[in-house]
T-cell receptor, first 116, second 109 residues
Framework: EAGVAQSPRYKIIEKRQSVAFWCNPI?????LYWYQQILGQGPKLLIQ????????DSQLPKDRFSAERLKGVDSTLKIQPAKLEDSAVYLC??????????????FGPGTRLTVL | GQNIDQPTEMTATEGAIVQINCTYQ??????LFWYQQHAGEAPTFLSY????GLEEKGRFSSFLSRSKGYSYLLLKELQMKDSASYLC??????????FGRGTSLIVHP
């Protein structure tokens, strides 16, 4: 089974520029998550989708961050404009539908963003 | 909101046993997860607890006490490759996950 795919793996931009990240979850996984992980910290949930609907985006800085999951499959996360403090690894994860015991999250390799 | 607390760093000797604690306060509870994350890599799933008690899986075990808001991850027969960050994550009543800051475990010979 193919894992969660993310691109690009690395991105360097200057502050005030825009950037977009792409994620393709595991086939059949209805729930998709975007996390921001700053060095030395745990992943912080930015947005959670179930199919193409938003379950939670309470920690998404909506003045600069946006995310969409058209057709309930792959997703994009955009930052516009970027700030220095956005430098982090952006992780995408997916899980199967439902609150079953084995509803673990499978993570992609992440995109390491550096804002100069 | 959610509050998850775990030690920042622990060290242990190869072959030994180490226990990593996690305490939490959440709005409802729908399960606690432990993930392992090696430096520069994505987290990988280790264990899941939703009922009180101990879940054993090979060298790793995880314990949960819902009344105390407490869990621990027990690693036995430590190997050098176990050096990593261990993340505790709790799902609230809305099945929204929150991760702790992670415990960096250093295993030395």
């Amino acid at each position: 089974e193919a894992g969660v795919a993310q691109s690009p793996r690395y991105k360097i931009i200057e502050k005030r520029q825009s950037v977009a990240f792409w994620c393709n979850p595991i086939s059949g996984h209805a729930t998709l998550y975007w996390y921001q992980q700053i060095l030395g910290q745990g992943p912080k949930l930015l947005i959670q989708f179930q199919n193409n609907g938003v379950v939670d985006d309470s920690q998404l800085p909506k003045d600069r961050f946006s995310a969409e999951r058209l057709k309930g499959v792959d997703s994009t996360l955009k930052i516009q404009p970027a700030k220095l403090e956005d430098s982090a690894v952006y992780l995408c994860a997916s899980s199967s539908l439902g609150a079953t015991r084995d509803n673990e999250q499978f993570f992609g390799p992440g995109t390491r963003l550096t804002v100069l | 909101g959610q509050n998850i607390d775990q030690p920042t760093e622990m060290t242990a000797t190869e072959g030994a046993i180490v226990q990593i604690n996690c305490t939490y306060q959440t709005s409802g509870f729908n399960g606690l997860f432990w993930y392992q994350q090696h430096a520069g890599e994505a987290p990988t799933f280790l264990s899941y607890n939703v009922l009180d008690g101990l879940e054993e899986k090979g060298r790793f075990s995880s314990f949960l006490s819902r009344s105390k808001g407490y869990s621990y991850l027990l690693l036995k027969e430590l190997q050098m490759k176990d050096s990593a960050s261990y993340l505790c994550a709790v799902r609230d009543r809305g099945y929204i996950p929150t991760f702790g800051r992670g415990t960096s475990l250093i295993v030395h010979p």
